[in-house]
T-cell receptor, first 114, second 115 residues
Framework: NAGVTQTPKFQVLKTGQSMTLQCAQD?????MSWYRQDPGMGLRLIHY???????DQGEVPNGYNVSRSTTEDFPLRLLSAAPSQTSVYFC?????????????FGEGSRLTVL | GENVEQHPSTLSVQEGDSAVIKCTYS??????FPWYKQELGKRPQLIID?????GEKKDQRIAVTLNKTAKHFSLHITETQPEDSAVYFC??????????????FGQGTTLQVKP
């Protein structure tokens, strides 16, 4: 199993450009989420999904869109990039149900917005 | 919604000493409290977790304690080693059905273990 795969690993954008961060998992996890990591601010939840066709907002959703058309994929879209969105982005997934809550993280995507 | 506060933000200890990191949470309905370790340039990885029906859990040199009444939980690392140097994050799962509620993280603690 590849686990959680994120692409791209690095990206530089200009202010106002749009882009999509891809996330795929091959563990048949129901739950998927996106976090951003900034120095001194920990991991902040952007959006999450408890299953295909279901998404919800996290702590910092503004400027980002998500969709969950399949169990495997959970792309994060930046609609009009701003310098404040410069960050490291992590996709993470876990089983649903009552057996476990462990989040499995992707390797991260470092985004710079100029 | 859930809010998690973590202290201290940085912690420096001598090799062999103990390290304690503390977190408080706001949502009394939270029922799952994991701790993640993130080495430099790597992804966060789960090191230990505790559920609300348990007060303490140990795994070799690490332990976590939970005080539901006070809404705080702590990570204890004994006999620290240089390889314990990393950023540690606590988290709490807020409202949601079963195990699929969103996981909210604290701000992180940078632990440095000096040889």
């Amino acid at each position: 199993n590849a686990g959680v795969t994120q692409t791209p690993k690095f990206q530089v954008l200009k202010t106002g450009q749009s882009m999509t961060l891809q996330c795929a998992q091959d563990m048949n996890h129901e739950y998927m989420s996106w976090y951003r990591q900034d120095p001194g601010m920990g991991l902040r939840l952007i959006h999450y999904s408890v299953g295909a066709g279901i998404t919800d907002q996290g702590e910092v959703p503004n400027g980002y869109n998500v969709s969950r058309s399949t169990t495997e994929d959970f792309p994060l879209r930046l609609l009009s990039a701003a310098p404040s969105q410069t960050s490291v982005y992590f996709c993470a997934s876990s089983y649903g149900g009552t057996n476990t809550g462990e989040l499995f993280f992707g390797e991260g995507s470092r985004l710079t917005v100029l | 919604g859930e809010n998690v506060e973590q202290h201290p933000s940085t912690l420096s200890v001598q090799e062999g000493d103990s390290a304690v990191i503390k977190c408080t949470y706001s949502d009394s309905a939270s029922n799952y409290f994991p701790w993640y370790k993130q080495e430099l340039g790597k992804r966060p990885q789960l090191i230990i977790d505790i559920r609300s029906n348990v007060g303490e859990k140990k795994d070799q040199r690490i332990a976590v304690t939970l005080n539901k009444t006070a809404k705080h939980f702590s990570l204890h690392i004994t006999e620290t080693q240089p390889e314990d140097s990393a950023v540690y994050f606590c988290a709490a799962r807020g409202e949601g059905s079963g195990n699929t509620g969103k996981l909210i993280f604290g701000q992180g603690t940078t632990l440095q273990v000096k040889p």
